[in-house]
């Protein structure tokens, strides 16, 4: 398939550098202040090292992406709040033409979910967003392969920042503020990390499990979850708990037609005390038990492997 990459962050960059390995041709990159264009498929490699020398792909305008030659439109950008743009008008622009979208954005489908179905039902484009819940862990194909009728309930760790955080506090019996610092010397946490720490990130992913499981009943979004983060949990409670044989995890859980993020006392050999950055989805299903699915829940190559799966459900056009 042509693809159309929108972002050129770690995900935009990694789906363009691996798009040529699935098969596929990237004919449009766009970042925020530039692209570059070509049906034929751009050089990446010389795209990318622009990128690096001068600071954006190419001397375009961003928006000329949107107007490529190109079967499916890449949605990584940042994720936004509330209106969702502009992912949400870089999904329209792609449907109103047909073409299909694959996000990596979760914005669109975490805050206007029902607006991106609609949009969908008028286009022969399709939408898919596998990369928007736990980076390379196939959740949402699990969910559809399984039929969302027949899963109950979702719950685990989401969130590689914060699971390093906690993991590092319980194993080396240092306080928050202390590991953070080393998250952020190491790149695991952003120079701002309220995203990650407060529990937002984790819960624009449950609340993306909560829309595909409610199918056309309901719309969530992010006002419609309990979040609390881990900012506040004092290393004497991950001290404490591990006198009782339990250890403090972040976890989000979509059940009861409920969305909650918080810190949750979790037994140390089970399932969910995952440890470092790794994330972890348990599905309860009604014919086949629980499910568990770990992996690397963030990264660009991780990342991009789930979009670039995504690419590979497309139907050609």
């Known amino acids: 398939m042509k693809l159309a990459v929108l972002g050129a962050g770690a995900v935009g960059r990694s789906v363009a550098e691996l798009a040529g390995d699935y098969g596929h041709t990237v004919t449009a990159l766009a970042d925020s202040s530039g692209a570059v264009v070509d049906a034929d498929g751009i050089d990446v490699d010389a795209v990318l090292a622009a990128k690096e020398a001068d600071g954006t792909v190419g001397s375009a305008r961003p928006e000329t992406a949107l107007e490529a030659e190109y079967d499916a439109l890449i949605e990584a ?66 969910i ?6 027949h899963i109950t309930a979702a719950r685990g760790v989401l969130n590689g920042t914060a699971n390093f955080i906690l993991s590092r506090m319980a194993a080396e019996g240092l306080g928050y ?13 952003e120079a701002d990390p309220t995203f990650d720490v407060e529990g937002t990130d984790a819960a624009l992913k449950c609340v993306i499990v909560a829309n595909v499981l409610a199918g056309e009943r309901r719309e969530y979004t992010l006002d419609d979850a ?15 708990a591990q006198e009782d044989g339990r ?21 140390e050999n089970a399932a969910l005390s995952v440890s470092g950055t790794r994330n972890i989805v348990q599905l309860e299903t009604e ?31």
Do not use: C, W
């Open 177 to 189: 503020e202390h590991v953070l610092a080393e998250a952020q010397d190491l790149g695991v946490a």
């Open 144 to 149: 559809d392969d399984f039929d969302p009728e």
């Open 226 to 240: 309990t979040v609390e983060g881990i900012s506040s949990i004092p290393g004497s409670a991950l001290e404490l």
């Open 287 to 317: 014919h086949a038990g629980r499910l568990n699915i770990s992996g690397r829940g963030a990264g660009g190559p991780e990342t991009a492997s789930a979009v670039l799966a995504d690419v590979g459900r497309l139907p050609e056009a």
């Open 247 to 267: 250890t403090i995890r972040l976890i989000g859980e979509v059940a009861d037609g409920d969305v909650r993020v918080g810190p949750r006392l979790v037994p």
């Open 77 to 142: 950008t940042p994720t936004t709040l509330g209106d969702a743009e502009p992912g949400f008008g870089h999904v329209e622009a792609a449907l109103e033409r047909d073409r299909h979208v694959v996000l990596a954005n979760k914005g669109p489908v975490a805050e206007r979910y029902a607006d991106v179905r609609a949009l969908e039902r008028e286009s022969a484009g399709e939408v898919l967003f596998e990369a928007t819940v736990g980076g390379a862990m196939p959740v949402l194909s699990t």
